[in-house]
């Protein structure tokens, strides 16, 4: 099965986090374009590598694509925070289906270096003028 990759066109591109507020509630929203994790600092940087430490510039809330409210024992997703754009709407949904084609696509890959070895994708890629 060949899945229709124009439907996430124009999906949220940067990284996505779930962020945990004090009271239980969670988001899932994109950092802003700009920012990164410093994994050796454990933390969020922007370009030019400086700590950030205001949450408004480190997560875009504009762009939150799910709000999950804990109300005690019960959890509830806030209807006007699902995600505004079809294209995120539509990846997340997949997540499932793209992650079993992850594996498919492993496995023969896998198959393929075993076969004719790794210099045969080193070749295929630089013949694509992908870096390696």
């Given amino acids: 099965m060949k899945i229709d990759l ?6 949220t591109e940067n990284k996505w986090e779930w962020y945990e507020f004090g009271d239980g509630d969670w988001i899932l929203c994109p950092l802003w374009d700009d920012v990164t994790i410093d994994e050796d600092r454990g933390w969020y940087v922007d370009k030019k590598g ?8 480190i997560w875009n809330w504009d762009e939150m694509i799910l709000d999950l409210q804990n109300h005690g024992e019960t959890s509830t997703c806030s209807s006007e925070r699902l995600p505004k754009n079809k294209a995120d709407a539509a990846l997340i949904a997949d997540a499932p289906l793209l992650l ?3 594996k498919k696509l492993q496995y ?8 004719y070895g790794d ?5 295929t890629l630089a013949e694509r003028g992908e870096e390696i």
């Fill in 6 to 11: 124009k439907q996430y066109e124009g999906h």
């Fill in 50 to 57: 400086e700590e950030i430490h205001q949450h408004d510039d």
């Fill in 100 to 102: 079993a084609e992850i």
């Fill in 108 to 115: 023969h890959l896998d198959l393929m270096i075993k076969k």
């Fill in 119 to 123: 210099a045969f994708l080193i070749e």
